[in-house]
């Protein structure tokens, strides 16, 4: 390692985690020298009131003063520090999908606005001492300040601005009377640095009021905002659409350039567009008229579209830089045959686009369709993303002959994420494993847990809100049932971890490590989960743990792990059911030794710390 060249160690380091080049540099004071630079690379300041925004700031000017690292800083984060989960119905792969807007879910008990603009000036004061500044992201309640916005225009022009929590407060208007717009708010949807902006919009409309910022990012994507390459938009269920053919920041901007409406470019150049929600696949091609669909790199669509709306894609839109594509599903009315339909649209839309890098498929997606991709995609496909399950039959789960035509169509497939119905942990699921670990270029794989027992599918409203009951009178068959359901999902860390020894051993020599593995037991969503009005159901979603496994990456480390939970709120869900209290009555009262049936020796007594996964057979 000492005789390494800064060059190599520096390679090295642009490939590590935060945490992983901490420890890094830590080894000798060689690597202290070449990781300097990529340790002050990033930089963050989160701050949830005035006081925290400037003990923050003085935080890092410490740090960087210290270590004479000013010249180092290439991103500045600027960001809320008290967040609230976000809850939106979408699919989520492993991919995490409403991460993305998590800045525009922040706590307003916990945050206080920063008001005084001598705050900003100690910011503003810091930024000017990043020569090499390319990125600030602005994720906060605050609109970003002029003197902030002043330093990215005129002092370092090459940074870009990313703003994660977009909100023009003025724009919030009474329904009645001529639309006006702060300056300041016309600034930031002009600036000339503006790259990207995510945006959750709210359901304030109403007979007095309309919020006209949905309106605003069509005309900053129409060229209000001429560098725009990126948008992100969160629609509500019942919040307004904006209507393609108005115009609110144009309008303004062109009456304070005096500039004429017939000189607008009337194109936008977008490279990433993601919209959730409050949209059809008619409104999606009216996208189509602001922006130039031929420059889209990445479309991400987490409503339905049907099949008119693929047949419109195809004929009407370019996709000539498409290498990123995730899709909804959904089967039209009145379709004869909405399976075959749907999947004869999508295929002839995939085959007017160029084969992509990156497919997640959600919805009414079938096995003619997920075929479809990898015959389009082969050698290209490195992402390859299957939604839920919605009943016994639907999506494409994992099974050795899908695996093996995987393995010859997309070779070069690094990230796999699929639904996995369970089998007790018989040989053969143990050899879906293994055959999954065949895949030569696979380094990340997302597994959703399912269980084929027919009383976690049945969406009949008798049968699901009788569940508790059905169990207490002794159902025939419905005892077995239940106990073959708490073999597959009972999954605690040592299942988790046999998981991933299997698959990493029986990968070859040859092939790309198994980097990391995500295991989400999603069973019960149809019966609800923790929400459910069975507490049988809520009991069985205590036991059927999610979690993230991470490959150690010593060499005698080989197969091991570092597990955590997948999903915090789940253990916040536990903790709920726990004071509830009303999970343990019902085993107390009415599971007629059902638990001592599954694990000898359990009893509602002591369930919470003898309960179990159960071996798979090797």
């Known amino acids: 390692m000492l005789d390494l060249p800064i060059e190599i160690l520096q390679n090295i380091g642009d490939f590590l985690d935060t945490s992983s080049l901490l420890s890094f540099s830590s080894v000798n004071r060689q690597c202290r020298l070449a990781l300097s630079a990529l340790l002050y690379r990033d930089i963050e300041i989160r701050f949830s009131s005035p006081e925290t925004l400037v003990c923050d700031i003085q935080r890092c000017q410490g740090i960087l003063a210290s270590s004479i690292s000013f010249h180092h800083v290439q991103h500045l984060r600027v960001v809320a520090a008290e967040m609230e989960p976000l809850s939106y119905p979408i699919d989520d792969c492993g991919d995490r999908p409403l991460y993305t807007w998590k800045f525009c879910g922040i706590d307003g008990c916990k945050t206080r606005q920063v008001i005084d603009n001598h705050d900003w000036q100690l910011l503003s004061h810091l930024m000017k001492s990043f020569p090499a500044l390319q990125r600030l992201t602005w994720g906060c309640l605050e609109r970003i300040p002029s003197c902030i916005l002043d330093i990215i225009e005129h002092k370092v022009p090459r940074c870009w601005l990313d703003v994660e929590n977009f909100h023009l407060s003025s724009l919030i208007q009474p329904s009645s009377g001529a639309f006006t717009i702060d300056s300041s708010d016309l600034e930031v949807a002009t600036a000339q640095c503006l790259r990207s902006l995510v945006m959750r919009c709210d359901s304030s409309d109403s007979s007095e009021y309309i919020n006209h910022n949905p309106q605003a990012i069509l005309d900053m994507v129409s060229g209000a905002a001429p560098n725009l390459r990126t948008v992100r938009l969160l629609w509500p269920p019942g919040a307004s659409t904006p209507a393609f053919n108005q115009s609110v920041i144009l309008s303004a901007r062109d009456r304070v350039l005096g500039v004429s409406t017939r000189k607008r470019r009337s194109m936008g150049r977008l490279e990433n567009l993601e919209l959730v929600e409050g949209g059809s696949g008619h409104a999606l091609m009216s996208w189509n008229t602001k922006t130039d669909f031929n420059l889209l790199q990445t479309l991400k669509v987490h409503y339905p579209l049907v099949t008119s709306d693929f047949r419109s894609l195809r004929d009407c839109c370019r996709f000539q830089s498409l290498h990123t594509l995730a899709i909804n599903l959904g089967v039209e009315d009145g379709e004869n045959d909405p399976e075959s339909d749907l999947a004869d649209a999508v295929e002839g839309f995939l085959f007017s686009i160029p084969p992509l890098r990156s497919v997640k498929l959600t919805g009414d997606y079938s096995q003619v369709i997920v075929s479809s991709v990898l015959d389009h995609c082969n050698l290209s496909l490195q992402h390859l993303l299957l939604g839920p399950l919605h009943g016994i039959g639907t999506g494409v789960p994992a099974t050795i002959s899908f695996i093996h035509s995987m393995i010859h169509r997309c070779p070069n497939l690094e990230e796999l994420a699929i639904p996995l119905m369970r089998c007790q942990g018989d040989a053969s ?140 709120e789940e253990r916040l869900d536990r903790q709920d059911i726990d004071e509830l209290g009303e999970v343990d009555e019902i085993l107390r009262t009415r599971s007629g030794g059902l638990l001592s049936k599954i694990w000898p020796g359990v009893d509602s007594r002591n369930w919470r710390t003898r309960w179990h996964s159960f071996p798979l057979s090797i």
């Open 429 to 568: 699921e143990v050899a879906v494993y293994r055959s999954l670990a065949r895949l030569p270029a696979l380094r990340k794989l997302h597994l959703s847990v399912y269980c084929k027992e027919p009383f976690l599918w049945d969406q009949h409203r008798r049968n699901r809100l009788a569940l508790d009951t059905r169990i207490h009178d002794s159902e025939p068959g419905l005892e077995d049932q239940f106990r073959r359901a708490v073999v597959d999902l009972a999954v605690d860390q040592v299942l988790a971890a046999h998981i991933f020894e299997i698959i990493t051993h029986a990968k070859s020599q040859r092939s790309a490590p198994l980097e990391s593995l995500e295991i989400r037991t999603k069973a019960l969503s149809i019966l609800g989960g923790f929400s459910s009005t069975s507490k049988w159901a809520q009991w069985l979603q205590y036991i059927s743990r999610s979690w993230t496994c991470t490959a150690k990456i010593r060499d005698d480390m080989r197969g091991q792990c570092h597990i955590v939970e997948y999903d915090d």
